[in-house]
């Protein structure tokens, strides 16, 4: 079974400054990594993956994140925010085989940008 | 555009009523699912079904029911033996496709018990 764990429920920050969002996970087997994003009252929408390769993934939005599998984080980052960033976000992860390639979520974290 | 429709955007129930949530897809993707957003707690998985005319309980399935009787159609019943049914529900499906693997969401359906 696989869990998901993002520590900081709210995030508030100023805009223009950097952000980083985290996210540590934990799995018996080996997980492909997301995160998306949520504006209020809608689905959720992807913001970037790691599946292989390069450890540092670029997003879409100016989103980046890294996957540290020493360490079982794939930390969200920002080096600049804007008001339209504030959203809720939410890190997942889904075993590479098997399992009903099922999602499993973190609980989320609400980022506000504030001028 | 391909994508994902959920209907309706709000929905209210009288206690003790059966209500559907309709999840239809025109992605061809054979994977589906249907989770619960309740605030604090992220998505929890009710039913996933990986195929037609089969499906699978996730984490939180009682008072749920489903069918897969078309590739394009999952739809969710919420039954009167759901005790807590206020909730954001969400419809997603699935592409293996290497260019898109991940999951697609629909927009939501926001439940509320009158």
């Known amino acids: 079974a696989q869990s998901v764990t993002q520590l900081d429920s709210q995030v508030p920050v100023f805009e223009e400054a950097p952000v980083e969002l985290r996210c540590n996970y934990s799995s018996s087997v080996s997980v492909y990594l997301f995160w998306y994003v949520q504006y209020p009252n809608q689905g959720l929408q992807l913001l970037l993956k790691y599946l292989s390769g390069s450890t540092l993934v670029k997003g879409i939005n100016g989103f980046e994140a890294e996957f540290n599998k020493s360490q079982t984080s794939f930390h969200l980052r920002k080096p600049s925010v804007h008001i339209s960033d504030t959203a809720e976000y939410f890190c997942?992860?889904?075993?590479?085989?098997?399992?009903?390639?099922?999602?499993?979520f973190g609980t989320g974290t609400q980022l506000k940008v504030e001028l | 555009d391909g994508g994902i429709t959920q209907s309706p955007k709000y929905l209210f129930r009288k206690e003790g009523q059966n209500v559907t949530l309709s999840c239809e897809q025109n992605l061809n993707h054979d994977a589906m699912y249907w989770y619960r957003q309740d605030p604090g707690q992220g998505l929890r998985l009710i039913y996933y079904?990986?195929?037609?005319?089969?499906?699978q309980k996730g984490d939180i399935a009682e008072g749920y029911s489903v069918s897969r009787e078309k590739k394009e159609s999952f739809p969710l019943t919420v039954t009167s033996a759901q005790k807590n049914p206020t909730a954001f529900y969400l419809c997603?499906?699935?592409?293996?496709?290497?260019?898109?693997?991940?999951?697609?969401f629909g927009s939501g359906t926001r439940l509320t018990v009158v």
């Open positions: 997942a992860v889904i075993p590479f085989t098997g399992g009903g390639n099922k999602l499993t």
């Open positions: 997603a499906s699935w592409d293996r496709g290497s260019a898109n693997y991940g999951y697609t």
């Open positions: 079904s990986q195929i037609v005319n089969d499906f």
